[in-house]
Nanobody, 123 residues
Framework: QVQLVESGGGLVQAGGSLRLSCAASGRTFGSYTMAWFRQAPGKEREFVAKISWSGGYTKYTDSVKGRFTISRDNAKKMLYLQMDSLRPEDTAVYYC????????????????WGQGTQVTVSS
């Protein structure tokens, strides 16, 4: 099994940037699809971005395309989310997660999760 720990969240003004990191433990990190989800108060957890085990394929939800970039370093067992041009509506707790399946963006199909990191964007 893989354990995940997120970091890098914080308070930023609209238009600013943050880089989230997710550190993984376990020998099989490189074999999993990895993703970022977020959950705002009173809302359901939603898909943000995912990356294939090799890093060769990525997918983003429409609202973050062109602003967010997901990446991974399998040698370091790290997952990243570079967030630029942040908006107040990006405010949420951000979670990294891993799945043995690539085809779905449903949280129910992800096998392990981090504890989350808060991102707050002020207007």
């Amino acid at each position: 099994q893989v354990q995940l720990v997120e970091s890098g969240g914080g308070l930023v003004q609209a238009g600013g940037s943050l880089r989230l990191s997710c550190a993984a433990s376990g020998r099989t990190f490189g074999s999993y699809t990895m993703a970022w989800f977020r959950q705002a108060p009173g809302k359901e957890r939603e898909f943000v971005a995912k990356i294939s085990w090799s890093g060769g394929y990525t997918k983003y939800t429409d609202s973050v395309k062109g602003r967010f970039t997901i990446s991974r370093d399998n040698a370091k067992k790290m997952l990243y989310l570079q967030m630029d041009s942040l908006r107040p509506e990006d405010t949420a707790v951000y979670y990294c997660a891993g799945s043995s399946r690539f085809g779905s963006e449903s949280p129910a199909t992800y096998d392990f999760w981090g504890q989350g990191t808060q991102v707050t964007v002020s207007s």
